[in-house]
């Protein structure tokens, strides 16, 4: 049955690694996603069947979206929800892209380093709010540096004596040298949505939350 324009649920998604994920869970919810994987380059896909709307945007954009009403749902990472701190309602863990985010430092620095004497250190990141954070709240001045991405070279080439990333299998941390010395915490991708929805749009972001809660039962008993 096709659903009242007024009433159609837009959600944000993430590309890359979520986005396969979370088309089995919404296989499993019963949503067809069959479009939006095969074609990488469209950015909007409708489901006029299910009163759906899908946008796939790039992943620290999503709760951007989600808090200023472009999109009434989306899919995020505890990463970046950590690291933006939006005013956003998260109804769900949907337990995929799972990894954790680390403290890691060159290997032979581990061999004579003990991170229960740091007082003072310098961290690059792409993460600079969870990053100042968890040192502050133990007590240790950092310094930070600001990289966008292939945060292990700084180590390597005397940026910074340490670095706060994602890592998920730490292939990459191995192959350059690193080696993890504290975890931070577990990271793993939220349904979040936008408040006014929540009131605007009740029964819709209810159906939605269930459906996709019994499917996340469902792939996790596999």
Known sequence: MKKNLNDTLTIALP??????EAATLFRAAGVDFSEILQDERKLIFENIAEGLRFMVIRSQDVPTYVEY????????????????????YEPLDLKI??????VAEPRELVQKDNPRHWTH????TKYPNITLKYFLDKGIQVEI??????????PLLG?????????????TLRKNG???????????????CNRASLKTKPKRVKDLVERLTKAVATVGAK
């Open 178 to 192: 690193l080696v993890e010395v504290e975890t931070i915490t577990d990271i793993s991708s939220k349904l979040v």
């Open 121 to 124: 250190i310098r961290v690059a």
């Open 159 to 171: 940026l910074s004596e340490r670095i706060v990333d994602l890592v998920q299998t730490g292939e």
């Open 69 to 88: 009403g472009a999109a009434d749902m989306g899919i995020a990472g505890k990463d970046v929800l950590m690291e933006q701190q939006k005013d956003l």
């Open 97 to 102: 892209g799972a990894c954790r985010m680390m």
């Open 15 to 20: 590309k890359g690694r979520i986005l396969k």
């Open 145 to 154: 540096i600001k990289l966008y991405g292939s945060i292990e070279l700084a």
